[in-house]
């Protein structure tokens, strides 16, 4: 497909240069977004045709001379949820004739800030507070001694976070301060939104509609329709399709400590199309018994009605289908502690220094603080105190091209003891114990991870650092070098907890080992010895060969755990490049930051 | 026989082994590999010379399919220790290792050593490295070469019994292959070019087929002689005090079938004749090399010393090995076994010292529950090697001799037997005491039916059947096997099953209790119900028709049943 794509380029009176760049930037974009790109170009060209500028497009002088004339929607999200926020903007605002750009932190030049005039700023945050990997390289900017002041620069920033995290909304946060500090205006209050941001979102996009009707006067480039854009055909997060569970067989073996579960599910197509590294959101329902026992914890009857903004349901309804009840939210925690009134819970609340109200945000489920504190709840309130059930997102075991209308994925079931009391993750409970002979089919939708692509020229090698479950993407990415005959190499590194048990898809990565298409595999195991071995240790043992690839060309993918893993591996990567490379320690996080902006070096960490 | 020797294309092994730079392969190299258990296909061939074999739990294999994870490899390491004999010391070693490395037994062979179980690939090298260090190498313990040398354990003759272990020593030290890759692959030993080295006896290739040998003193037959390859039967001198005048030379023996191979089957060693004790080390490396050179090497299941007598002729093949020996046997001299079982319980030795023989079921250390109650067998051992003074010898029918007890240490010995129910000699009946099993599933690749694990309800079963017809308490010897190729002698017994399905075999009956007759094949392919009906009816008229102390397979061949 791709070298079809090349092919039907080259013929196009742009220079390959440009081609090739167009080509970079369609990659990973879904075919709704294309035919929508197609217009914005055809949009140009006829408003150039017009002015008879037949001149080759130059973005630096169409920057600096369009920039007060438009609006810059920028993105910073690793979930999509930001991304998607940000094309409801942009479309509402093209909707209301403005003229607007959308662009990715990814994709955006922090020079060019100086010469925007209105900017929209929707940034998710990550783990205890961190930024998206892609808007690193902005921050560093703004924070840096070459931030320019942005006196003509106006904004209002949409803050996206979970306020299970101690650091709520952090990247939004400084994002608003900082841009402040240089000197731009800001139009409007930043809104925090947690998991549930809909609402607040929406707010936010009708203000910000509305501000830039009142600051943009230039008339905009119309967009033409190429193709109808037909996003219908896509199952989205508030659309998804039902679909069956093909299969659920456990992956870890006798003795291991976490059950693992390989499922394969169909994925009809256009609308599960999906390409490796790409996640499925799956909308999931509630264990009976956390609802029951939540419902007998406020000595509430699961069967009485509950009327909530017009809608009425039985409380089991709304807590096994429409609440988070398996996760603690700060505004639940901060609710119950007034009911509660507990010095306890309060001095817990107050210390953040990683054992108080970290520990209860990361450990604590709703129905842990309702039977250690008591606290006086109406099944009303609490229904309004929960937050809105959100989908869960997996990365995608599989390729199409290797699995046809399916896609894998690989759940591990979380599950743990509170006293006398089991608890669970509701979603992995949800998937892990579906038979899929009997029960109804799952809700699903893609969630396109562009930032976690395969690279498009099959020749480059791949180095996939992926441990526990974040070996997932790999299996699809693997499946799909090898069906479309890839002649780059192959490189994975998997760790666990037990070589015995743990390996996930040992048979697999060892068949292809044998067959020649998996050209390196190192493992490591971490309790198999008395000290603890990582990924990381590997990585750091083959140093040399690491930076062979690298300077040969290679991508790298990590993929699994954002607290610690991925840190360790960055720095594992980095102490290669300054042992083998010869770098300075700055050399070789710079190294690492530049093959970050090129996407060679991509990660899907959470 | 050398002209289709050399004509047939070489088995696949064969290849291997020339290939090998004498036992070396990808040993090193798949050790270090961390992604798989396992090793390599060809170096778990070369592995089995180094003493150890690679199996996988059987028990597993489906449900790892499933979750997509390899099989449960682990490692059988198998010790060379010629006429099982070793210390305290070394036992606690091998306990230590037991404990930490293997699957927490120590398991007693019928070849007089050690097995150890469920080693994992990243513990084998310290596991092997750790045994040397107390001076116990598994070399040749398996593989196309001389294996564990067995001997009489001969309580009452002390001296005798040290003589035939010494023996087995100097034969199996004899035999022992000269390559350097063993100390190279275990024991960081320096590397050696292969050209450096020769095999001066064995050459690149090795034997074709496994080779055992055993020293054996009568009138106990305990090795089971006549079994092995090549044995040396003991001949006491007539007068002085006890000493060795030299040993009846027999060979060909040799017991392993394969299922619906007319050309494979049971063969008990012929007498070659007799020889004084300085010509002992030349016969049997005269018989290595005239098996090296004319066994055949395209079909292992053809290819033990037995089939190249089959083939050669008994008078061709005496020629050869005495040409290559450059001596003439002289005619055998008269012998006689009474048994080859154990004697189990304490006997009184020369010196003042006592011995005990234990009764070790299937030869299994462990601390579990078992038929007979608790046995903490292991940790009993483990007590006993802490303060015992003498020596340990393990029986070629898998029991124990705790060996050189001073009458001061005896009252002690006893209790921590009694406290840690390794006290079956004094209660288990006659049959449970004398019967032997190999493995089997769910370790051993080689397994299609149990053999362990079943022979405990196997002799229950059989014990309420001799109850019912008064014979509760006879001796009856019976032995077990997962597949045809007889590691537990079941061709021997008096009764042998011999595994060929999961819950099915073949039923052999009429070996005698001293090792000396084949038995017959009597139900093939038959489950539990219809081996105890094809028993019920003899076990009858053995009620009724048996002479005074004859015993079950002696009775059979006598009125002619079989």
């Known amino acids: 497909m791709k070298n079809a794509n090349q092919a039907r380029l080259s013929p196009v009176p742009i220079e390959p240069a440009r081609g090739a760049a167009l080509l970079n930037l369609s990659r990973g974009v879904n075919a709704p977004a294309l035919h929508y790109m197609a217009g914005f170009l055809a949009g140009i060209a006829a408003e150039r045709e017009q002015a008879a500028d037949t001149t080759a497009f130059d973005p630096g002088v169409a920057a600096s001379t369009e920039s007060a004339a438009h609006a810059t929607v920028l993105f910073a999200s690793q979930t999509g949820n930001g991304r998607r926020i940000a094309e409801r903007l942009h479309r509402q605002l093209e909707s209301h004739g403005l003229s607007a750009r959308i662009v990715s932190t990814a994709d955006f030049r922090p020079r060019e800030l100086a010469a925007e005039r209105l900017l929209y700023v929707v940034a998710s945050t990550h783990g205890d507070g961190e930024p998206p990997d892609d808007a690193r390289e902005l921050f560093d900017f703004l924070n840096g001694r070459k931030a320019q002041r942005l006196e003509r620069l106006s904004y209002s920033v949409l803050s996206l976070g979970d306020s299970g995290y101690p650091k709520f909304c952090e990247t939004g946060r400084q994002l608003d301060e900082r841009l402040q500090t240089l000197g731009a205006r800001r139009l409007a209050p930043r809104a925090d939104c947690d998991v549930d941001f809909e609402t607040a979102a929406d707010v936010w996009t009708q203000h910000a509609v509305a501000l830039a009707r009142t600051h943009l006067q230039s008339p905009h480039i119309a967009i033409i329709s190429t193709v109808p854009v037909a996003s219908a055909a896509t199952a989205g997060r508030d659309n998804p399709i039902e679909i069956e569970l093909l299969a659920s067989t456990r992956l870890t073996g006798r003795g291991s400590q976490r059950a693992i579960v390989h499922l394969e599910a169909a994925a009809p197509s256009p609308q599960l199309d999906y390409e490796p590294g790409d996640a499925v959101g799956i909308w999931h329902a509630n264990p009976q018994f956390v609802a029951d026992d939540l419902a007998a914890a406020i000595g509430a009857d699961p069967e009485s009605r509950v009327a909530l903004d017009g809608i009425e349901r039985t409380l089991r309804e709304w807590l096994l289908q429409h609440r988070e009840i398996t996760r603690l939210s700060r505004p639940f925690l901060d609710a119950h502690a007034r009911r509660a009134a507990s010095p306890e819970l309060d001095a817990l609340r107050s210390t953040n220094d990683g054992t108080g109200l970290r520990d209860l945000l990361r450990y604590w489920q709703p129905l842990d603080l309702l039977e250690r504190w008591t606290g006086a709840w109406t099944p009303e309130d609490l229904v309004r105190a929960l937050r809105p059930l959100t989908p869960r997102l997996y990365s995608i075991a599989s390729s199409r091209e290797a699995v046809g209308n399916e896609l894998h994925l690989t759940v591990a079931v979380v599950e743990y003891a509170r006293g006398a009391a089991r608890r669970v993750g509701a979603a992995s409970r949800y998937l892990t114990t579906m038979d899929p002979a009997t029960d109804s089919p799952l809700r699903a939708y893609i969630e396109p991870n562009p930032r976690f692509r395969l690279p498009a020229d099959p020749s480059r090698d791949i180095i996939m650092i992926g441990p526990g479950t974040g070996v997932a993407p790999f299996r699809g990415f693997l499946q799909q070098r090898i069906e479309s005959g890839a002649s780059g190499r192959n490189w994975l590194f998997f760790g666990g907890r037990h070589f015995a048990s743990d390996f996930l898809y040992q048979t697999e990565w060892l068949e292809a080992r044998r067959s020649g298409t998996l050209h390196r595999l190192d493992v490591a195991f971490s309790r198999d010895q008395r000290e603890k071995v990582y990924v990381q240790h590997r990585l750091t043992e083959r140093g040399a060969e690491l930076l062979q690839w690298i300077e040969g060309g290679a991508h790298i993918y990590v993929c699994g755990d954002a607290q610690h893993m991925a840190r360790d591996v960055h720095a594992a990567l980095r102490a290669a490049l300054v042992t083998h490379g010869g770098r300075s320690e700055e050399r070789a996080e710079a190294q690492l930051a530049q093959l970050a902006n090129e996407r060679r070096y991509a990660r899907d960490v959470y | ?562």
Request: proline fraction near 6%.
């Open chain 2, 1 to 562: 026989m050398t002209e289709t020797t050399s004509n047939a294309t070489p088995s696949p092994v064969e290849g291997i082994k020339s290939r090998s730079r004498l036992l070396r392969g990808t040993i090193t190299e798949g050790l270090q590999d961390g992604a798989t258990g396992s090793l390599a296909e060809p170096d778990t061939h070369l592995l089995k010379f180094h003493g150890s074999y690679q199996q996988d739990d059987r028990d597993l294999r489906e449900e790892r399919r499933l979750q997509r994870l390899e099989p449960a490899y682990s490692f059988m390491i198998r010790t060379r220790l010629p006429g099982g004999v070793c210390s305290p010391e070394q036992w606690l070693a091998l306990d230590d290792l037991a404990t930490r490395h293997a699957n927490g037994t120590l398991r007693l062979t019928t070849r007089q050593a050690f097995q150890l179980h469920g080693v994992i690939k990243r513990d084998l090298k310290q596991t092997l490295a750790a045994m040397n260090a107390v001076l116990i190498d598994t070399i040749a313990a398996c593989g196309d070469v001389n294996r564990n040398v067995l001997a009489s354990v001969n309580p009452d003759e002390s001296t005798l019994h040290a003589a035939a272990h010494a023996w087995a020593v100097k034969i199996s030290e004899h035999l022992l292959p000269k390559t350097r890759a063993y100390h190279e692959i275990w024991l960081d030993g320096a590397k050696v070019s292969e050209d450096e080295e020769t095999e001066h006896i064995y050459g690149p290739t090795y034997l074709p087929r496994k080779f055992k040998a055993a020293v054996a003193i009568p009138p106990h037959n305990d090795v089971d002689v006549f079994a092995q390859d090549l044995g040396f039967i003991g001949i006491p001198e007539t007068e002085g005090p006890a000493a060795l005048a030299g040993f009846n030379v027999v060979a060909g023996g040799g017991l392993g079938v394969t299922h619906g191979d007319a050309a494979t089957f049971p063969r008990l060693a012929d007498v070659l004749g007799f020889v004084s004790p300085e010509h002992v080390l030349a016969v049997a490396e005269a018989v290595v090399t005239t098996q090296r050179d004319l066994g055949d090497r395209s079909n292992r299941k053809h290819a033990r010393l037995k089939y190249t007598i089959e083939t050669m002729g008994l008078g061709p093949f005496r020629a050869e090995v005495e040409r290559r020996a450059g001596l003439h046997f002289d005619p055998a001299r008269p012998f006689e076994f009474r048994t080859s079982g154990d004697r189990f319980g304490w006997t009184r030795g020369e010196n003042d010292n006592w011995h005990l023989t234990l009764r070790i079921p299937a030869g299994r250390i462990a601390d579990r529950q078992t038929e007979t109650g608790e046995v903490r067998g292991l940790s009993g051992l483990r007590s006993i090697a802490t303060m015992h003074k003498g020596s340990f010898r393990i029986t070629p029918n898998q029991n124990l001799l705790i060996a050189g007890i001073s009458a001061a240490q005896r009252p002690l010995i006893e209790k921590l037997v009694r406290e840690h129910g390794l006290d079956l000699h004094e209660r288990a009946s006659p049959v449970r005491l004398d019967a032997l099993a190999c493995v089997a599933l769910p370790t051993c690749p080689l397994a299609m039916a149990e053999a362990e694990r079943y022979l405990p309800d196997l002799i229950t079963r059989i014990e309420e059947r001799l109850a019912l017809h008064g014979l509760a308490g006879t001796p009856l010897l019976v032995r077990v096997t997962g597949c045809p190729n007889g590691c537990a002698r079941p061709y021997l017994a008096e009764i042998g099953l011999v595994g060929k399905a999961p819950g099915r075999y073949n039923l052999h009956l009429g070996g005698d209790a001293a090792g000396q007759r084949l038995n017959t094949l009597y139900r093939e392919n038959v489950g539990e119900a219809a081996m105890l009906a094809a028993l019920d009816p003899l076990f009858a008229r053995y009620a009724a028709e048996r002479q005074t102390a004859e015993r079950f397979g002696d009775f059979l061949w006598r009125s002619r049943i079989l």
